[in-house]
């Protein structure tokens, strides 16, 4: 008997996609291939002795070191900060758990390279290895804190019971019962902020830290098409791709079980105490940092700049450029997920196994490396899209693909296949049945990934930087050349519009990753 | 109408055989449901016949017209086919009118058939709610007078009242089988629960591992199961040892009446009786037998009784029964079945 029987599962469409489909799915994926193909033909070209040289260098170690010690610290820090606060907001009597509960996702509003310019702005103190990690550790704990909280909250507290009563103190108890349980969701947000770090470009340069990114982005404005940057593309390839193995490989394994059925019990909550006062010290603290220094730092700023006259005119182009590049990615970035989605959703086969797992791959490649290889061969073979929003627009749909499908996914899997085929067998074609019953049932859901697509983009600085023609400008690369000339004031004004705009998409993310969490 | 011929078909997933050497005829108009456990293939071979899949070997016909072959595979659209999938699955952006018209020509939306079947679905005053505003049951009544709307050829029913609770599931299902009655429908019916087949169906096939093991009335395949396996899964079973005496078996309850299709000429067997066919009595004629354990469930107490070292679940009535250490006289009506022991 076959695993589907046995499960009960009904059999999913066993036939051969369209051709249609399957020639749509492959542009995407071809789009994705370009980067790895971009690194492997450049680094045949450098010859091994060429790969030997760049790799042993000094300059390369001093890289690797710093990628590592950068990466591995935040993701550590933040792993730590997000449990803790998870566990503190989630299964302790803390006054004001509701409050600390949303205060403490709100860093996620403020993207990473507008939280450097805000501590930048304060002194150079900061622009060292030790303020990247203290800054990135702030931006990113709620990529662990988010999981973690909604693992906690969804727990079945008849394990920690058990262990109670078999005589484990509560320390035992929660490094033994609870965090095990927790585990999928602390890998999958740690990892996460591993990707991130391993991608991250903007901050750093702005707290003029050396990675692999900030020096491929220097060799690449020296000349175009350095080996070296391709060579050292190639490296934080590596780096990344096994970070977004390893995610892949953690989410697949997840698995939760409950015995038995009824309502999960309200967890009884953990009495602070004498604690109390230390524990609500650490949160203010910690909100402080994360938010306020940048708020205030931001606010600052703002009225310098106001009283110095910048005004609208200055801030209108960026607003037109991030507009208008955004939901043209957005559009572009829907009609390939969409083919993907309905691949993997409604088919099987390696293919739509593939396209399942696309979104992992893409985590995988920095901005940077595919914005690299987008120059690259645009330059070499079509010239005439070299320096057009054309190929920024590309670099974004591959950069938000993973988003997209996401976000499709979700609607299209409120539409179970079977409608079809009651379609089908009220004697519509296949394309009818798209038409009349798939289309109209995932279109708000359409609508909604548009939305989020756009103002997701609008955040997308590295790509931006080096793919927008030179004309064009948006609030993102505005904050980082303005940060970047050390003028803070005239930057405030578009970090101010970037953190306004981040808060659909953050709020998004915030809901989705409670729900995908939530142990049931 | 439109009777189904199924021919030889075969079906494999993955190299997994689905279904072996299928062969089924349903006269036109008649409610056939096929009865089996999950994973037996019954799910697959609905899916065939819709259109859904297609079949490896074999040959489905409707009437004269063959509809699928492994040459020819007319598409679901072009069948004349009515789907009920599990969950009713409404269209969920459209009315309960909109719903039961998708199936209809442009004229055939103008007439009075959309009023006519709402009403016998039950639904005239519910044409304007959505989907999500109907309970359960309604939910499956729109549904099936969806499919039945445009008047299809063969109605195709996968479990239909599995979603529904248990109360709700027999109204449904006894308004169902009145609604395939009043259109004429010849209507495949997939379940898992011997009671909805029996209730709805005029033929039961029950299957196991791909094949089709009993295709009989409710009736005959209740009292005169093909097999150990289709008395299982047709209702509770009791087995006792016989052996064949003149037409007759001799067990432990006394010389029993075998029903004509068993009768062989001598020799051990296994001999299944219903619960209901064994009364407990005080008349002394009866096999005696020692009362173990008494389960009281409402209409009904189960006894668990002692016959000649061998126990038996019966049911007795629950006003006067006797309770454990009685000793008790077991009377049989009605004949048995027999299978080689």
């Known amino acids: 008997m076959s695993l589907l029987t046995l499960t009960g599962t009904r059999p999913l469409n066993r036939a051969l996609p369209p051709w249609w489909l399957i020639a749509t799915a492959l542009v995407p994926i071809a789009l994705i291939a370009l980067p790895l193909v971009y690194v492997v033909t450049r680094a045949a070209e450098a010859g091994w002795d060429g790969i030997r040289d760049e790799i042993f260098r000094a300059y390369t170690y001093s890289l690797l070191t710093n990628t590592l010690v950068l990466a591995i610290s935040v993701t550590l820090a933040a792993s730590i900060i997000g449990v803790a606060v998870a566990w503190c907001v989630e299964r302790t009597d803390l006054p004001g758990r509701q409050i600390w509960r949303v205060v403490a996702s709100l860093p996620l509003a403020v993207p990473a390279f507008v939280s450097s310019f805000a501590w930048s702005s304060m002194g150079s103190q900061f622009q060292n290895m030790a303020g990247a990690i203290l800054v990135l550790t702030l931006a990113s704990y709620p990529l662990v804190y988010l999981p973690v909280a909604a693992a906690l909250r969804g727990m079945d507290t008849g394990f920690e019971d058990v262990s109670r009563s078999l005589g484990r103190g509560p320390w035992h108890t929660f490094f033994f019962t609870i965090l095990p349980q927790a585990r999928p969701a602390l890998g999958g947000g740690a990892l996460l902020v591993l990707s991130h770090m391993l991608a991250e470009f903007g901050a750093l340069s702005l707290l003029r830290v050396q990675t692999f990114t900030t020096a491929i982005f220097a060799s690449y404005e020296l000349r175009f098409d350095n080996v070296s940057a391709a060579l050292q593309a190639g490296i934080l390839l590596i780096l990344a791709l096994f970070a977004a193995y390893t995610e892949m490989r953690m989410r697949a394994g997840t698995r939760h079980s409950r015995v038995g059925r009824g309502a999960a019990r309200q967890p009884s909550l953990a009495t602070l105490g004498r604690a109390t006062p230390a524990v609500m010290f650490g949160q203010i603290v910690l909100s402080l940092l994360a938010l306020g220094v940048p708020l205030t730092a931001l606010a600052y700023w703002l009225f310098i700049g106001n009283s110095a006259g910048h005004g609208l005119s200055e801030v209108w182009p960026a607003i037109w450029g991030s507009s208008t590049l955004s939901i043209a990615g957005a559009l572009v970035t829907t009609l390939l997920a969409l083919p993907l989605v309905l691949l993997a959703t409604r088919f099987n086969g390696r293919l739509a196994r593939f396209a399942d797992r696309l979104p992992y791959i893409i985590h995988g490649l920095p901005g940077l490396v595919i914005a690299l290889a987008l120059v690259f061969f645009s330059i070499h073979y079509v010239p005439a899209v070299y320096q057009t929003v054309l190929l920024l627009i590309v670099a974004y749909a591959v950069l938000a693909l993973p988003l997209a499908q996401t976000a499709l996914r979700a609607s299209i899997a409120l539409v179970p296949p079977r409608l079809e085929e009651i379609s089908r067998s009220l004697g519509r074609g296949p394309f009818k049945a798209f038409l009349s019953v798939t289309l109209p049932n995932i279109a708000p859901g359409i609508g909604a990934a548009l939305a989020l697509l756009a103002l997701e983009l609008m955040r997308e600085l590295t790509a931006t930087l080096m793919l927008a023609p030179t004309d064009v400008v948006t609030l993102a690369t505005e904050v980082w050349s303005h940060t970047n000339d050390a003028e803070y004031a005239a930057a405030a004004p578009f970090a101010a519009l970037l953190i306004l705009v981040s808060a659909v998409p953050v709020y998004v993310f915030t809901r989705r990753t409670l729900e995908a969490y939530e142990i049931t | ?341």
């Open chain 2, 1 to 341: 109408m439109t009777s189904l011929n199924i021919r030889h078909l075969t079906k494999s997933f993955n190299g997994q055989p689905v279904l072996q050497g299928i062969n089924l005829d349903i006269p036109a108009g008649s409610i056939v449901a096929l009865l089996g456990p999950s994973g037996c293939g019954k799910t697959t071979l609905l899916r065939l016949i819709g259109g859904f899949d297609r079949l490896d070997a074999g040959e489905i016909s409707f009437d004269s017209r063959v509809v699928a072959s492994p040459q020819s595979h007319v598409p679901p659209e072009r069948r004349r086919i009515g789907y009920v999938p599990q969950e009713g699955t409404l269209f969920p952006h459209l009315s309960v009118t909109d719903n039961v018209a998708y199936g209809l020509s442009r004229s055939g939306r103008q007439g009075q058939r959309v009023a006519e079947i709402l009403a016998l679905a039950g639904l005239s005053a519910l044409g304007n709610r959505f989907p999500h505003e109907l309970s359960g049951g309604q939910q499956q009544r729109a549904a099936l007078a969806r499919a039945l709307a445009p008047e299809p050829e063969v109605i195709l029913l996968d479990e239909p009242f599995n979603a529904l609770d248990l109360g709700l599931r027999r109204q449904i299902c006894d308004d169902v089988a009145a609604m395939l009655r009043r259109e004429g429908a010849t209507a495949i019916l997939v379940t898992h629960d011997p009671v909805e087949a029996f209730a709805v169906a005029d033929l039961v096939a029950v299957m196991h591992e791909g094949r089709i093991i009993q295709v009989d009335t409710p009736d005959n395949i209740y009292w005169q199961p093909a097999s150990e396996h289709v008395a299982r899964l047709t209702g509770r079973p009791i087995f006792i040892d016989g052996v064949f005496q003149h037409g007759s078996v001799l067990t432990s309850l006394g010389v029993l009446p075998v029903h004509p299709n068993y009768t062989r000429a001598a020799g051990k067997a296994s001999i299944m009786l219903r619960p209901e066919q064994i009364t407990c009595g005080s008349n002394r004629n009866g096999a005696q037998a020692q009362v173990i354990e008494r389960s009281f469930r409402g209409n009904h107490v189960l006894l668990t009784v002692c016959l000649q070292e061998q126990t038996l679940l019966l049911r007795s009535s629950s006003l006067s029964s006797p309770v454990p250490g009685d000793q008790v006289h077991l009377h049989v009506e009605g004949a048995c079945a027999a299978f080689a022991a």
